[in-house]
């Protein structure tokens, strides 16, 4: 249910059948009989596994390295999620959204560390919880000095006052639908914040204001880009074909706010002048990248099955799985970080772990020492990212370069 799965996420049972008998000679098995184990049982055992696994994986096998804007902060927290479609006789246990998506889905929730490389939390509901719900899941987690990056999917007011109160620190985009103000005062009224930009700052392309957020008056840094006009144009684009899509119409004074990029913050213009908060939140893509090279590398959302059972067991297995290869991730980047002064490829290296079945081969057989060694001598040809002129986000936040407009057009 772990590595074994990596060749042939849908494996049907006799295959894995098949595969038991090459793993254990004395464990003959019908496919029957198989069925008959993938119960809630073999489930509770997988996922402790997974989080036995997880307990182990935050043991740091790396020192981190110091990465300019970044170097102050103890750890930096990504969160989001993705969302994998299953059968539709499975509803009843994992919902989906309905209409023209799945009527049955599965949800992943990820909290990623970026400076270890490192998995903090991955966490199962079904397709129909808001992420909003899991706004105050990371505060567990957090120590004095963490930054947390997340995307305003996951912000609520509350959430933000509980990361200061652990003297942590957070950046997020702003959503529109939070009010803002001028004033602590409770009378203040709430700001036409496009209209104030254009009235008193019609000719910066960077604004800083203290702020204070919603009627708790959240205070808070607001970080307000002026963006080009083809990629306001761009934005408008997607955002009206969305609209049509769902039947609604979008305000001019929307229409306006997508003039600007706007992010809060509680990191002071001390730490970060006005021009780098931009850069370090792209940071946050990584998390999405990793959801896309689990998906077409590792395939976790091939889900085969109608059993609630069976696709538990198959995404607590997959979950171990990219456990371990996080284990190995951490390593690799750091190696070819301080010794090589490149950026490893995470792609080239689930691919390399794959091929010839060095994966499965090293956990079997307990040759993890000789994997490393191997993925050492293979890093600085196949495992690290080309280079080229355009700088990467991790090397832009190295060097503490401004931000740059032209990087929203992704």
């Known amino acids: 249910m772990t590595t074994e799965l990596m060749q ?25 009989a198989l069925h008959q184990r993938i119960n809630p049982y073999a489930v509770t055992y997988l996922q402790e596994v997974f989080q036995l696994a997880l307990r182990q994986q935050l043991e740091p096998l790396c020192e981190r390295l110091p990465l300019g804007a970044l170097a102050p902060f103890g750890r930096v927290l990504l969160e989001d999620s993705t969302q994998c479609r299953l059968h539709e006789k499975l509803a009843d246990t994992f919902k989906g959204s309905g209409g023209s998506a799945s009527p049955s889905a599965v949800k992943i929730d990820l909290i990623y560390e970026v400076l270890h490389h490192s998995l903090l939390e991955l966490h199962l509901s079904d397709g129909t919880a808001a992420d909003q719900g899991r706004a105050l899941a990371i505060i567990p987690h957090l120590r004095a000095g963490d930054l947390v990056l997340r995307d305003l999917v996951y912000l609520t007011l509350e959430s933000l006052r509980q990361i200061e109160a652990q003297e942590a ?10 009010d803002v ?29 203290a702020v204070y957020l919603g009627h708790e008056r959240v205070p808070s840094r607001l970080l307000a880009y002026r963006l080009p006009e083809p990629v306001v144009q761009e934005r408008r684009r997607k955002a009206l074909q969305e609209a049509r899509k ?3 119409e979008l ?24 021009r780098v908060v931009g850069t370090v939140y792209r940071l946050r893509w990584q998390v999405e990248l990793t959801f896309r090279n689990w998906k077409s590398l590792l395939k976790i959302n091939v889900l085969k099955g109608t059993r609630p059972e069976r696709i538990k067991c198959i995404i607590y297995g997959r979950l171990i799985t990219i456990t371990m290869l996080a284990m190995i991730s951490s390593y690799a980047s750091w190696y070819a970080e301080a010794h090589l002064h490149r950026e490893l490829s995470l792609p080239k290296l689930i691919n390399w772990l794959k091929r010839k079945d060095r994966l499965v ?17 293979a890093l600085p040809k196949l495992l690290c990212k080309q280079r080229r002129k355009r700088r990467t986000s991790r090397q832009l936040i190295a060097e503490y370069e401004p931000y740059m407009e032209d990087a929203l057009a992704a």
Not at 11 to 30: F, H, I, K, Y
Not at 202 to 207: K, Q, R, S
């Open 251 to 274: 305000s001019q004074e929307y229409l306006d706010w997508l003039s600007f990029g706007f992010y809060i913050t509680n990191v002071s213009q001390q730490v970060w002048s006005s």
């Open 246 to 248: 769902k039947g609604r």
């Open 361 to 377: 081969n090293a956990i079997h057989d307990g040759t993890l020492e000789t994997l490393l060694r191997n993925l050492r001598r």
């Open 181 to 209: 103000y001028l004033e602590a005062d409770a009378q203040a009224p709430a700001l036409a914040l496009v209209e104030h930009l254009e009235r008193y700052y019609p000719d910066d392309h960077v604004i800083d204001l």
């Open 8 to 32: 042939e996420p849908a494996v049907s049972l006799e295959g894995l059948c098949d595969r038991l008998v090459d793993l254990n000679p004395q464990a003959e098995m019908t496919p029957q």
């Open 169 to 178: 620190w957070y950046l997020s985009r702003l959503s529109k639908g939070v």
